[in-house]
């Protein structure tokens, strides 16, 4: 039981480039969410799916693209980097809405 | 605009004595919080929780006060040990379908021998 994982762990982008962060969950969890970290503020939620096939936007969308194409994966993507993503992002499942979300070990993404 | 607010960047408590985090809301339609712990170069980890109608819960070493009143929750670490230095984050959360977490910014705490 792996709980949640996150693939990569390190990356390094130049403006403008693309990539994708996957997040993946063995728990059977029908909720997850991609939070980014910055220093100062917490854990901001960026958007989050409440089952397969669905997303939402949550408090900082801009610039991202999510899919759930299968209910253990979620997928965070940046079409055109930018240096204010620059951050540490983490992937977190649940399995209910108010319920104990388990998060992954998360990406240090660098844009330069 | 910060609906969960911890005030104190950073403490240090000596081994052994209480650790006290500090948390305040101010969203009073928030009715379940919890604390997560995070080292360094990992996810966090819940740590304990607690419900609006409760305004204690304790869980080992850990206990987490709520007063609603005040929109004010705090963290008891008691012993505190080495092994508890991490960043702790306070979270709240308006249960209900899709809801989400709202993090603070995150104590963290040294605990020095």
């Known amino acids: 039981n792996a709980g949640v994982t996150q693939t990569p762990k390190f990356r390094v982008l130049k403006t403008g480039q693309s990539m994708t962060l996957l997040c993946a969950q063995d728990?059977?969890?029908?909720?997850m969410y991609w939070y980014r970290q910055d220093p100062g503020m917490g854990l901001r939620l960026i958007h989050y799916?409440?089952?397969?096939?669905?997303?939402a936007k949550g408090e900082v969308p801009d610039g991202y693209n999510v899919s759930r194409l299968k209910k253990q994966n979620f997928l965070l993507g940046l079409e055109s980097a930018a240096p204010s993503q620059t951050s540490v992002y983490f992937c977190?499942?649940?399995?209910?809405?108010?319920?104990?979300?388990?998060f992954g070990p998360g990406t240090r993404l660098t844009v330069l | 605009d910060q609906q969960v607010k911890q005030n104190s960047p950073s403490l240090s408590v000596q081994e052994g004595r209480i650790s006290i985090l500090n948390c305040d809301y101010t969203?009073?339609?928030?009715?379940?919080f919890l604390w997560y712990k995070k080292y360094p170069a990992e996810g966090p980890t819940f740590l304990i929780s607690?419900?609006?109608?409760?305004d204690k819960n304790e869980d080992g070493r850990f206990t987490v006060f709520l007063n609603k009143s005040a929109k004010h929750l705090s963290l008891h670490i008691v012993p505190s040990q080495p092994g508890d230095s991490a960043v702790y984050f306070c979270?709240?959360?308006?249960?209900?379908?899709?809801?989400?977490?709202?993090f603070g910014t995150g104590t963290r705490l040294q605990v020095t021998l």
């Open positions: 607690i419900s609006s109608i409760k």
């Open positions: 728990m059977n969890h029908e909720y």
């Open positions: 979270a709240a959360i308006l249960t209900g379908t899709a809801s989400k977490l709202t």
């Open positions: 969203n009073s339609m928030f009715d379940y």
């Open positions: 977190a499942s649940s399995y209910s809405p108010g319920g104990t979300q388990y």
């Open positions: 799916s409440v089952g397969e096939g669905t997303t």
